[in-house]
């Protein structure tokens, strides 16, 4: 593999990229300047390949960002009592926790690789005619959307930098203050709604970047953050009216065989990127990661997705052990990610359109029972109340969504947190800032309670 390295110092840390053999090797930015760089389409497909790469890290989707909101959620744990990892179980982070930092720096390495394509790819000749190109550029909008929605849900109030770092940046342009959640999600719903001109379907390893229909799913996601229920649900009924994609018959296919019908937008591993989580959370691998037995008793003993979610099995000692079940593929370790997919989709669909309808109507509640229906538990009959209704899809998306990152992000938003997992106070529904982070930077403030 030929290495293209994007090397931009972002937040004060660089941002790297490497590329497949299908193209070339280019020397630093930093000694090209960005706009040599991105001279034609097939410098900015390189360039937008290094932005998908750069999600695959272990300080990324390729650990951190399965670990973290699995461990404050209270379905995962670690072999050794790390300190690292027992703070987000037990709710008291610390200021210099690394994996605070390392999602941090990840996700704003991330977001300036996609700044420069965004800014310099519309300078090239020709951009205005060329469809291709331009699409690129919505692919760069859809990551950064997706980045900035981790932070968000993450921090609450973080800093939005929409400019790419250049050599013209001084160190006071770093400085930046935070903005509020609520402009934050205004650029991710901007960015969003630009990605939705994209073609619309992809099938097989194509899945690994944005499309139209991925586009969607996450816009709704984001209304649903954001509280533009109505909105939610319309993009939702877009995506599950779609017809190129469907609910998988067995739910252990979505991780067995990788880019399923179900995936809209799977980050894709491979020998040459390979997953760091599934190496270390395996039985026969390093076996750093394992479920929490409570995980199991979130499912009714019935519950089809039981046994493969919470997987059962023998260590090398030959003592049984809860492990992660749907991440397999460690040897080699190039299980997928998938970070979007209509299992989930259904679920918004469900409580984004009793809340925006005010009462649970007969579409709502198909959506929940349409997931529940496959994983072979009864049907909800009377789902009683908005408030009643969505309880139950919470419940319903810890089963369905756990280990994929999304039960602590869901618990804090519905504000469900406190009764269910026992966080002390809403203070610590987001992370600290990091203090590596605020010490470079004395425009950032600390959240409030740490």
Request: glycine share 6%.
């Amino acid at each position: 593999m030929k290495n293209i390295k994007l090397a931009i110092v972002g937040f004060l840390l660089a941002a790297g990229f490497s590329s497949c053999d299908e193209f070339i090797e280019k020397q630093p930015i930093d000694q090209l300047s960005q706009a040599t760089f991105f001279a034609d389409e097939a410098t900015t497909r390189t360039a937008i390949i290094g932005a998908y790469r750069s999600m695959t890290t272990s300080a990324s989707y390729g650990q951190a960002f399965i670990v973290i909101p699995e461990f404050a959620a209270g379905n995962m744990a670690h072999i050794s009592s790390f300190p690292e990892y027992v703070e987000f179980q037990n709710f008291n982070i610390r200021i210099d926790n690394p994996w605070t930092l390392n999602i941090w720096t990840a996700s704003y390495n991330t977001i300036n690789a996609v700044n420069n394509i965004i800014a310099f790819a519309p300078r090239i000749a020709g951009f205005s005619n060329n469809t291709a190109l331009q699409n690129l550029v919505r692919e760069a909008r859809f990551i950064r959307a997706l980045s900035y929605f981790n932070l968000v849900r993450s921090w609450g109030d973080v800093p939005l930098i929409l400019e790419p770092t250049t050599q013209q940046t001084t160190s006071a342009d770093l400085r930046v203050s935070r903005n509020a959640a609520s402009d934050v999600y205004a650029a991710i719903i901007a960015d969003l709604t630009q990605a939705l001109d994209l073609p619309l379907n992809a099938s097989g390893t194509a899945k690994g970047r944005a499309n139209g229909m991925a586009a969607r799913a996450l816009l709704a996601k984001v209304q649903l953050y954001a509280g533009n229920f109505a909105q939610a649900a319309q993009l939702a009924e877009e995506v599950l009216a779609n017809g190129a994609y469907g609910l998988v018959e067995n739910f252990a296919t979505i991780w067995t065989t990788e880019n399923s019908s179900e995936s809209l937008f799977e980050l894709q591993f491979d020998q040459q990127t390979p997953n760091t989580f599934v190496t270390n959370a395996n039985p026969l691998s390093r076996q750093e990661f394992f479920a929490r037995g409570a995980a199991e008793d979130v499912f009714e003993a019935t519950d089809l997705r039981r046994s493969f979610t919470v997987r059962r099995a023998l260590d090398v000692a030959g003592n049984e052990q809860f492990y992660v079940g749907k991440y397999r593929n460690f040897n080699p370790p190039t299980q997928n990610v998938p970070i979007l997919r209509l299992g989930e989709v259904y679920l918004i669909h469900a409580e984004a359109r009793a809340k925006a309808d005010g009462n649970v109507s007969a579409g709502a509640l198909a959506s929940l029972n349409a997931i529940r229906q496959r994983a072979g538990i009864s049907p909800v009959a009377n789902p009683g109340s908005v408030d009643a209704f969505t309880r139950e899809v919470q419940l319903e998306k810890r089963r369905e969504m756990m280990f994929e990152f999304e039960t602590w992000f869901d618990l804090t938003r519905t504000g469900l947190a406190t009764e269910i997992l026992g966080v002390p106070s809403q203070q610590r529904f987001v992370f600290p800032i990091p203090q590596l982070e605020l010490d470079l930077n004395r425009n950032l403030v600390q959240n409030p309670g740490y």
